[in-house]
């Protein structure tokens, strides 16, 4: 079945330093790739996606590049702020069911100090 | 656009007792509803998918008595735990889809059962 991989937490980084939270993925078919972003007591925000190779996502300073070949989705942003400190999750949509059903990473936080 | 709320945000409830939380659309129709369940510092994990006006699909190790599911409109789905326990305790967490493609979540129910 599919499944989502990604890196364990907390990953702690002082502000302006680079970030790179990594992800890879097993899937049958061609799936969209995403990432969701959770802050404390909230439910999940879409930060990007992608839906093919090669395609690259960005959204708030935050990019990941669908790689087919590694089976990556790896997310980085230049220059983390104490706001970006959340629990950032990797996630795959296969619809081979028919629906789009989301498949999950464990999650990874990320705690940025001043 | 694309806008999912859930209703109430919070709720203690006694032991015994059922409880019901409401996920609605805001501004779109939703043909598919997701629930999900969120243990402290862990992943989402999919309870059930909805069809509006027919039965929900119960993952594997959910008890469909336990966590009622009702899609009775294009707009609004209902989570029912009924005899709720402690161990029910949880962040539960709706999302909706358009088209069967893209899921758009609610701001999540924290659930204390005492």
């Known amino acids: 079945g599919d499944s989502v991989t990604q890196m364990e937490g907390p990953v702690t980084l002082s502000e302006e330093a680079f970030l790179t939270i990594n992800c890879t993925y097993t899937a049958t078919g061609y799936p969209s790739l995403f990432w969701y972003v959770q802050y404390p007591g909230e439910g999940l925000q879409l930060l990007l996606k992608a839906t093919k190779a090669d395609d690259k996502g960005s959204n708030k300073g935050f990019e990941a590049t669908y790689r087919k070949e590694t089976t990556s989705f790896h997310l980085e942003k230049g220059s983390v702020q104490v706001s970006d400190s959340a629990v950032y999750f990797c996630?795959?949509?296969?619809?081979?069911?028919?629906?789009?059903?989301?498949?999950f990473g464990k999650g990874t936080m990320l705690l940025v100090s001043p | 656009g694309a806008v999912v709320s859930q209703h109430p945000s919070w709720v203690i409830c006694k032991s015994g007792t059922s409880v019901k939380i409401e996920c609605r659309s805001l501004d779109f129709q939703a043909t598919t509803m997701f629930w999900y369940r969120q243990f402290p510092k862990q992943s989402l994990m999919l309870m059930a998918t909805?069809?509006?006006?027919?039965?929900?699909?119960?993952e594997q190790g959910v008890e469909k008595d336990k966590f009622l599911i009702n899609h009775a409109s294009l707009t609004l789905s209902t989570l029912t735990v009924t005899s709720a326990h402690p161990e029910d305790s949880s962040f539960y967490i709706c999302s909706a889809s358009i088209r069967g493609y893209e899921q758009y979540f609610g701001p999540g129910t924290r659930l204390t059962v005492t």
């Open positions: 996630a795959l949509s296969d619809q081979g069911s028919g629906y789009s059903t989301l498949t």
């Open positions: 909805s069809n509006e006006g027919s039965k929900a699909t119960y």
